[in-house]
């Protein structure tokens, strides 16, 4: 009986170590994809946004929505816009924290000039 409680305080002592590891490198993995899907959403929509996409919005802080259907795997939090008279500036913030940081992306805005008609 003494040999069988040794084993098994053996066993915990080293099952229980190698699955904390393993939670956390589950969440660890989790957050590096969220990061990666909601910085794949701020460049595609920056683009959009660079494009010509700004005209539709209003100067200041705005909410945003993306058309991205990857949205709906990321964690609750917000897209915000920031429109100023010479750059635009993309944030997605997540809700809660480790949920693989807040993706910014900070863009001149270039508008052409009118063209003249003589």
Known sequence: MAEMMVAM?????????????FLRDQALCR?????????EIVDG??????????????NGVQAYHPR??????????????????NRLRLD????E??????VVRIAPLVVPPTASHP
């Open 31 to 39: 957050a590096y994809y969220t990061r990666a899907t909601a910085t």
């Open 45 to 58: 929509e920056m683009e959009v946004l660079r494009a010509g996409g700004w005209r539709a919005c209003t």
């Open 92 to 95: 997605w913030v997540p809700a």
């Open 68 to 85: 991205a259907g990857a949205v709906a795997s990321l964690p609750p939090g917000q897209f915000l816009l920031t429109l100023e008279t």
């Open 97 to 102: 924290h480790d949920r693989g940081g807040q």
């Open 9 to 21: 305080s053996l066993l915990v002592l080293t099952v229980l170590p190698l699955s904390r590891s």
